[in-house]
């Protein structure tokens, strides 16, 4: 479930005009050795190479390293990075952006 930060403390700039701040959360996997930090705006326009008005940054730290990544970087669009490789991803909506990073997550919990 995607939750609303209170705007008055969630707001940001893209391009001159202000965003909000959807979600922004770090939370511990494994305790003291891996976290996901989530980050996800909505944008009052697409960013370059998106078709959507979400910008977002989803991101797994194991033993300090990123081992996994989802975010549109401008002109590069949506896609994640799974270790050194970069994968095109088709966004969606925001919640199935989270229900796949998570789906992505699952394994390093385990290990």
Known sequence: M????????????????????????????????????????????????????????????????CVLRYDNEAGKGDHRHVGEAEIAYRFTTPEALLADFWADVEPWRES
């Open 2 to 65: 995607l939750v609303l930060l209170p705007t008055a403390v969630a707001t940001g700039i893209f391009a001159d005009v202000k965003a909000e701040l959807l979600l922004k959360e770090r939370i511990a996997i494994i305790p003291g050795r891996s976290f996901a930090e989530l980050v996800v705006w909505r944008v009052p326009t697409p960013v370059r190479e998106s078709s959507h008005a979400f910008k977002y940054r989803l991101a797994l730290v194991v033993d300090g390293a």
